[in-house]
């Protein structure tokens, strides 16, 4: 189990971390690795006049269709004292065609807020209206946001209360110390009217920030068409990539803090690269090796070896504003000190011992099996795409899965050693020690 399975979030709004953030997750997928690789699938993009950029992956045969948008738009983005207004505004997205027999989901994601949606593929042009209408056409009400309200301020309550993301939220804060303003959703408990929820979304929720895939049985002549009339009229709006952040220095080092009626929690963290470059592609190997699936370093040493950690596991958390990787374990407070000597242990391993020609191959095929199996699904796939042209250059042709496979299957072992070197040694550690 990946220790992003341990952070509880309400049902209602549980969100993955996008696609390329799972990529690092070593889970061994029965069959052989032909039997995961699907026919490849026509990928074409467009930028309309609006500047909503539009990702077509034409599947003539699929009998569903999947529809993702991503908007940019991050924390950085809301007004002080407004703190956590961005998935405010995200839990208030409701509605999307449920009449015509589509399902739509919205998430908040690191960079951008996630719009989907699901339907036969006969419903393929209710699916792109419910999501062009979520990200450019939404109106809220007093009633949508005061609920809204109530679910935020539930999961920042989580955030303190479970000793696995109370260390990890300590992590990342150590490692962007510029988070720590974004930690405590003050819009939960302002008294807001509809009019400045609006104004938020009116001003980040517009083409220019929008990326738009369609996967199915849709064209991309339909689809543009349909795009257009449904956003006729809409202004291009200012697009986000023109604000800057200000980051501090991380605070390096341990940290250690206390928590009643709960487990031990190690938490090992640094910052990592953006997604697109060599060196992203490195962290998603060097994960694999250290600390997804029971074939990794921290599996064998601390569940089988040492037998001190009861859930354990590790990510590459994507993202061009906040960046970072893990590994965390739970444990009992009498074994946490063991279990963060043998974490840092094999961490430091990394960068001191070269790896074996097996391990790396091991490591390799896992990540591009994964991968390779987002290909599988339209929706997966769907999702993929929006994060991808998200996160990537916006200048540049979308990276597919199957092209990203590639890349990660030229990674070798020089590459894992020297990158342990560059950024697994400026590090954070984090070690809650629970009270029972």
Same mark, same amino acid.
């Given at each position: 189990m ?13 969100g ?20 995961l ?27 569903t ?9 991050t ?10 207004l ?11 065609a ?6 739509t ?6 960079d ?5 949606? =699901?339907?036969?593929? +006969?419903? *393929? &042009? #209710? ?7 979520? @990200?450019?056409? $939404?109106?809220?009400d ?7 309200? =109530?679910?935020?301020? +539930?999961? *920042? &309550? #989580?955030?303190q209360e479970?000793?696995?993301?109370a @260390?990890?939220? $300590? ?14 959703? +003050?819009?939960a408990?302002?008294?807001l ?35 257009q009339?449904q ?33 031990s ?6 910052r ?6 060599r060196?992203?592609?490195?962290a ?21 070896e040492?037998?001190l ?23 009992d ?11 840092e ?44 042209a ?7 042709p ?39």
């Open positions: 990946r220790c992003s399975d341990c952070e509880f979030k309400p049902r209602r709004r549980k993955k971390q996008w696609w390329v953030a799972v990529l690092a997750a070593a889970i061994s997928l029965p069959g052989s690795r032909q039997s690789v699907a026919a490849p699938v026509q990928v074409q993009e467009t930028r309309l006049d609006n500047g909503l950029r539009l990702i077509v992956r034409h599947n003539p045969g699929a009998a269709v999947a529809v993702a948008g991503a908007v940019r738009v924390a950085a983005q809301e007004p002080e004292g407004q703190e956590g961005r998935q405010l505004v995200q839990l208030s997205l409701t509605g999307g449920a009449d015509a027999g589509v399902l989901d919205t998430q908040t994601q690191g951008f807020v996630s719009i989907m949606a =699901r339907a036969p593929d +006969r419903e *393929a &042009q #209710a699916a792109l209206k419910a999501v062009v209408d979520l @990200a450019l056409k $939404a109106h809220f007093s009633a949508t946001i005061r609920g809204s309200q =109530r679910v935020l301020e +539930r999961m *920042a &309550q #989580a955030e479970l000793a696995l993301m @260390a990890s939220r $300590a992590g990342r804060e150590n490692l962007y110390p510029a988070m720590a303003r974004y930690a405590d959703p +003050r819009a408990r302002l008294l009217a509809p009019s400045m929820v609006q104004r938020f979304y009116d001003q980040h929720f517009v083409p220019n920030n929008l990326v738009l895939v369609v996967s199915g049985p849709m064209d991309l002549k339909t689809a543009r068409a349909l795009v009339e956003t006729a009229g809409l202004l291009p709006g200012r697009s986000t990539e023109e604000i800057g952040v200000v980051s501090a220095p991380p605070r390096l080092g341990l940290h250690r803090m206390t928590m009643r009626g709960t487990d929690v190690v938490w090992v963290g640094a990592a690269p953006e997604p697109g470059t060196d992203y592609h490195v998603a190997v060097t994960m694999a090796i250290l600390g997804n699936g029971m074939g990794s370093r921290l599996y064998r040493r601390l569940r089988e040492l037998r950690a009861y859930m354990l596991g590790g990510q590459v958390m994507s993202g061009r504003l906040w960046p970072y990787m893990y590994v965390a374990c739970t444990c407070s009498v074994n946490v000190d063991r279990a963060r000597e043998a974490i242990g094999e961490v430091d391993r990394l960068s001191l011992e070269r790896v074996s020609a097996a391990e790396i191959e091991r490591a390799r095929e896992v990540v591009a099996t994964q991968l390779l199996s987002i290909e599988m699904s339209n929706a997966a796939t769907a999702e993929y795409l929006a994060g991808a998200v996160l990537g250059p916006a200048s540049e979308v990276v597919q899965p199957r092209e990203l496979a590639a890349q990660i299957r030229q990674v070798h072992e020089e590459q894992v050693t020297d990158f342990a070197k560059e950024w697994w040694t400026r590090r954070v550690t984090v070690q809650l020690i629970g009270e029972k």
